[in-house]
């Protein structure tokens, strides 16, 4: 299974971004998809996690309300819509993922060890 991720870029405080996770599988057929981020000097978190084909998700609170994670089955694709940006969602997300059927939760956004992991795309919010 491999994993890149797009979409990323500058934005000003306010606006909205959409990134793109592409599969080279359909991972959500008996798997989980999570997206984080990783702000230079800060730990990496957990932002939101898609799972059980898509009827299961998960957001941190930092994003709750703002962020949206869904998936293009068609397209091998999960899809995180960020509106509402602010500065401190500056940094680099990345997609992870695993082919294990697990309901969605705050736990699983803390985890670290899952097996396929994307190259990370840069988000810049700012003015």
């Known amino acids: 299974l491999q994993l890149v991720e797009s979409g990323g870029g500058l934005v000003q405080p306010g606006g909205s971004l959409r990134l793109s996770c592409a599969a080279s599988e359909f991972v959500l057929d008996g798997g989980v998809i999570l997206w984080f981020r990783q702000a230079p000097g800060k730990e990496r978190e957990g932002v939101a996690c898609?799972?059980?084909?898509?009827?299961?998700?998960y957001y941190g609170d930092a994003v709750q309300g703002r962020f949206t994670i869904s998936t293009d089955n068609a397209k091998n694709t999960v899809y995180l819509q960020m509106n509402s940006l602010k500065p401190e969602d500056t940094g680099v997300y990345y997609c992870a993922g695993e082919s294990v059927d697990r309901y969605c939760s705050d736990w699983m956004l803390t985890r670290s060890d899952f097996k396929f992991w994307g190259q990370g795309t840069q988000v810049t919010v700012s003015s």
């Open positions: 898609i799972g059980k084909e898509g009827t299961s998700t």
